[in-house]
């Protein structure tokens, strides 16, 4: 609360937002940064739009780099770092999804060059300074200032091509960044107030982006929530909810997107009562609720009405492996393990796994 006073420092990215914003702001973007040699960052699928977007400063690209591949093997990150060299690149731009820009973030780690971001997905990594690697099976991951992109150009109409599925799935990633950022160990009243506005963007555009994959406005509204999501996802960090879904997705190999859906409204249900109630209304109202009323239960009802399974018996987890998972999670979580505002239990944790295993929460 504001009375027990609060820590905010805010990214120092400059966001250019708007429809047709990567055609007609990109070049004025890159003149701004000083980019007179530039690396094209893309995976080869969302290479051709990179070309297009890059046709007005074509002659200042000096390099096109597109073996972009998820969670970022160090071969690739080499690979662009000897390109960046090769090339003598003074600006990375990136366009697509968090795979792509974690490419970009890693070659920024090494050799300092400032980032240009155009997010295709809503995955929110242009907002953070958190760099990801991965060595065989072995993920590390860490933060540095100098991987959070300078610029970041969102473009709605970008995402059209986004199909139903990878939407939806991105669009409950960035719902699962803001509706942590409520309770995260960084939380403050501006968190707060940027995850409830994205919550907001989020319910308000998701249903509509599946209806109409080229509603420009169902597409703005989610792109606006994601991009506040993982600014207040940045500051608060992670909590109760992506450390337990870490660790049953490490575990249990469910697929992410849907494990995160399905978790989300049970943790919110279990913080609710030690969420301050001006912040349960907003969150409720946000969630097209009459406000004052359980927040999990409209975020269910949001999952519903978006196709995702109803709980994690759906998506491969048994129910002979509750016990280990509640373990697992336990561990991880309770009994003090993380700073969180509601005290954890391992019965907590028990009745939780459970709980997401069976189903939806319910009125
Ligand atoms: P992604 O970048 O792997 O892209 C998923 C797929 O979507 C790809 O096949 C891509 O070609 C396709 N795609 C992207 N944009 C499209 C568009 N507009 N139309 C059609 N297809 C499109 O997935 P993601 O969900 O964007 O990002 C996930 C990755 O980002 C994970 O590795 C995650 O760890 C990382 N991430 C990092 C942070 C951070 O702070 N460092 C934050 C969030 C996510």
């Given amino acids: 609360t504001r009375s027990e006073g609060f820590t905010y420092t805010s ?7 708007g429809v047709d914003a990567s055609r007609e702001r990109l070049a004025a973007e890159v003149d701004a940064l000083g980019g007179q040699r530039v690396l094209v960052v893309a995976g080869a699928a969302e290479m051709p739009l990179a070309r297009e977007l890059a046709e007005p400063f074509a002659d200042r690209v000096v390099g096109w780099f597109d073996d972009v591949r998820q969670h970022v093997p160090v071969e690739c990150a080499e690979a662009a770092r000897a390109l960046a060299r090769d090339t003598s690149a003074d600006l990375l731009l990136s366009v697509g999804g968090g795979s792509t820009t974690g490419t970009a973030k890693a070659v920024a780690l090494t ?28 993920k590390t991951t860490g933060v540095d200032d100098v991987v959070a992109p300078r610029t970041v150009v969102y473009d709605p109409a970008l995402t059209v091509g986004l199909p139903p ?7 409950l990633n ?3 960044h803001c509706v942590e950022a409520l309770w995260a160990p960084g939380a403050n009243p501006v968190t707060t107030l940027l995850a409830v506005e994205a919550v907001a963007g989020l319910t308000r555009g998701l249903p509509g982006v599946l209806a109409d994959g080229e509603d420009l406005t169902a597409r703005s509204d989610v792109l606006y929530g994601a991009w506040l999501a993982g600014t207040a996802f940045a500051t608060a960090g992670s909590g109760l909810h992506h450390k337990t879904c870490h660790v049953l997705g490490g575990a249990f190999a469910l697929p992410h997107a849907e494990m995160h859906a399905v978790v989300l409204p049970h943790v919110l249900a279990f913080q609710t009562p030690a969420l301050h109630p001006a912040t349960v209304d907003r969150l409720s109202r946000a969630l097209q609720g009459p406000g004052a009323e359980r927040p999990a239960e409209l975020l269910a009802d949001l999952d519903d009405a978006l196709g995702i399974p109803a709980g994690l018996r759906d998506v491969g987890l048994r129910e002979e492996d509750l016990p280990e998972a509640a373990t697992l999670v336990a561990d991880v979580v309770a009994d003090g393990a ?5 005290p954890i239990s391992r019965a907590d944790v028990d009745a939780l796994v459970r709980a997401a295993w069976a189903g939806r929460p319910r009125r």
């Fill in 11 to 17: 990214t120092r990215s400059r966001v250019v937002f």
């Fill in 111 to 138: 050799d300092r060059l400032p980032v240009l971001a155009v997010p295709t997905t809503y995955a929110g990594s242009e907002m953070t300074n958190v760099w990801g690697l991965t060595e065989g099976a072995r």
């Fill in 174 to 176: 960035a719902m699962a």
């Fill in 165 to 171: 599925g990878l939407s939806a799935a991105s669009g």
């Fill in 338 to 342: 993380i700073p969180n505002p509601r």
